[in-house]
């Protein structure tokens, strides 16, 4: 079914099944009718709903929602695991073809925090969740104030993420933007946009095949691979991380980004090992090109570009580092892994190759000379299991990386 956007004749009004929008009444059970009957559309008009419950959309159902729409979890709504603003109506079976358009979202995180580890009824903190779906489609909507994820993403094909702001005036801890677990596929994460300081409060975009299902927040979730995701379009003015990569056993591949700009305070591009062992996780076929970022003044020394789990196939073209007097390196590769590198136009000065007793520079090919007499060079480094490589300062004109054949 190729659902349109725009309202046709058929469309409902929640206004028909009841819903007032006006601050005050517990609008949950006349929008749930409405998404419950017969109509493929349903329209939420301008107002301020308050959500008691949550909303869960069925397949072959098109909700709009007027851009000034302002959905908000009433305080305590969020009481266990299965709690949310949004969700499929069936994460068992699963649903095919939902569309959701518009709306500022507000996930009242002051009035809902988050259950605690190890209680396996906990309320996660998620606002929107789809779990187990086919073709679905977010577009033009404002995330405000989750207590976790504004986004989560599970065992979802062909979907598509698109024009979401991140309002996150309330920050939390885990306050991810769009976080995708496992048995994600061939999807398309675009143009999303921070509008308040310190957010998203960690990863823009998350792409975590091994989570720690056990933990609240990803209640529900399940790990395993993550493919042929394409994520473009990221701005922010100071947060955490842009792209997270987490890899234990399970494979992530055939990962594009594209077009990241702003500030952070941790990483921009993060593949580090979490709670994992150094040097584990598949991650491969790997393109990230056109970023453009500057570190937030008082930032921890992390460095941009962070690398500690096992990558094949991995190029980073155009990584314009924005001048802003930062320690931070731009780039470290600690993987305990043989990895071949090639660095196009970088000084020697700017490298920095350490070892216990093996990694060295094998060799330096094809010279370039800077109108200032700066001399750089395409530098082929040849990378041991014991060696680790930092790029302290500047950008990365094109990096490419392989594990190396004897290492598997």
């Known amino acids: 079914m190729n659902l349109s956007i725009s309202p046709e004749p058929t469309a409902l009004s929640v206004h028909d099944t009841g819903a007032r929008g006006d601050g005050i009444t517990d609008d949950h059970g006349a929008i749930q009718r409405a998404l419950d009957g017969l109509h493929h559309v349903v329209v939420i008009p301008s107002g301020f709903y308050i959500l008691g419950d949550t909303l869960r959309i069925g397949s072959s159902k098109c909700l709009l929602v007027h851009p000034e729409a302002v959905l908000r979890f009433a305080d305590g709504a969020g009481r266990d695991a299965g709690s949310f603003l949004l969700t499929n109506a069936d994460h068992i079976s699963g649903n095919d073809h939902i569309e959701v358009t518009g709306g500022i979202w507000d996930g009242n995180n002051e009035g809902n925090t988050r259950g605690e580890d190890g209680d396996p009824e906990a309320y996660t903190g998620v606002a929107i969740n789809f779990v187990n779906i ?4 977010l577009t033009d909507m404002t995330v405000r104030n989750p207590d ?3 986004i989560r993403l599970g065992e979802a094909q062909h979907f598509t993420v698109e024009n979401i702001r991140l309002d996150h005036a309330v920050t939390r801890p885990n306050q991810d933007g769009v976080h995708v677990g496992g048995f ?3 999807g398309y994460i675009r143009n999303l946009q921070a509008i ?4 998203p409060n960690d990863d823009m975009v998350a792409l975590n095949a091994d989570d720690n299902v056990e933990r609240a927040l990803n209640l529900g979730m399940k790990r395993g691979p993550i493919r042929n995701i394409h994520v473009e379009g990221l701005a922010a003015e100071s947060a955490y991380t842009f792209v997270r990569l987490l890899s234990e056993t399970h494979r992530i591949e055939n990962i594009r980004v594209r077009d990241l700009a702003g500030g952070c ?3 921009t591009i993060n593949m580090d090992n979490w709670a994992f062992p150094q040097g584990s996780g598949d991650i491969r076929n790997i393109d990230i090109k ?11 020394s992390f ?3 962070d690398i500690r789990l096992r990558v094949q196939d991995l190029l980073i073209e155009d990584l314009e580092r924005v001048e802003d007097c930062h320690a931070a390196p731009t780039l470290t590769i600690d993987n305990l892994t043989n990895n071949t590198i090639w660095l196009d136009d970088v000084t020697h000065e700017n490298l920095e190759l350490s070892s216990v007793d093996a990694g060295t520079i094998e060799g330096v ?4 000379f800077q109108q200032d007499g700066t001399q750089t060079a395409q530098v082929l480094i040849e990378m041991y299991d014991n060696s680790k490589l930092v790029l302290a300062r500047g950008g990365i004109k094109r990096l490419s990386m392989n594990r190396k054949s004897t290492d598997g």
């Open 290 to 300: 056109n970023v453009r970022i500057s570190k937030v003044p008082d930032a921890p």
């Open 184 to 186: 994600c596929e061939k």
């Open 148 to 150: 976790s994820f504004s």
């Open 134 to 137: 086919r073709h679905l489609r």
């Open 365 to 368: 090919i094809q010279p370039l």
């Open 196 to 199: 308040t300081p310190n957010t």
């Open 303 to 305: 460095p941009l570009v």
């Open 265 to 267: 305070r941790c990483y």
